[in-house]
């Protein structure tokens, strides 16, 4: 009864603070928008693109989890319509990168040891959890 208490209050809370991490299908159809409104934008489709294109679109990283070798140079792209995004690989030690308008975007070289790197959204990795991973591989 009271585990079954905390836990209410506890949702509660959660819903109170806005922070909420979206489900696989909310993260699905928001990167499906994401990847046309990449296409709308660029000319060519996401996935056609001769390095990873991550899109920043609605507090998400598409694909939130992408896994390339040491040395791939990977493009962060915003696609949103007025929100500005970055891309932080804070517990890696780097600074955070520029906050990109709608349209902008920037490449940076994956040259972190291999594992799994979590980086976040500056403006929104707390109360968004705009947060995504790259695994390196060899
Ligand atoms: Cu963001």
Redesign the pocket.
């Known amino acids: 009864m009271v585990m079954r208490t905390l836990a209410a209050v506890a949702a509660l809370l959660i819903s109170a603070c806005g922070a909420r991490a979206a489900s696989p299908e909310e993260l699905k159809a928001i990167c499906e928008e994401a990847a046309k409104r990449y296409e709308e934008q660029f000319g060519s489709a996401q996935g056609a693109a001769p390095q990873p294109v991550v899109a920043?679109f609605k507090?998400t990283f598409c694909p939130r989890n992408l896994t390339v070798k040491r040395g791939t140079v990977v493009r962060f792209v915003n696609v949103d319509k007025r929100?500005?995004?970055?891309f932080w690989f804070r517990d890696a030690g780097q600074p955070e990168s520029e906050r990109f308008l709608p349209g902008e975007g920037a490449t940076m070289t994956i040259d972190l040891p291999p594992g799994e790197h979590k980086y976040l959204?500056g403006?929104?990795w707390e109360r968004?959890d705009?947060i995504g991973t790259i695994t390196v591989t060899q």
């Open positions: 920043m507090y929100t500005t995004h970055s959204c403006p929104h968004e705009m």
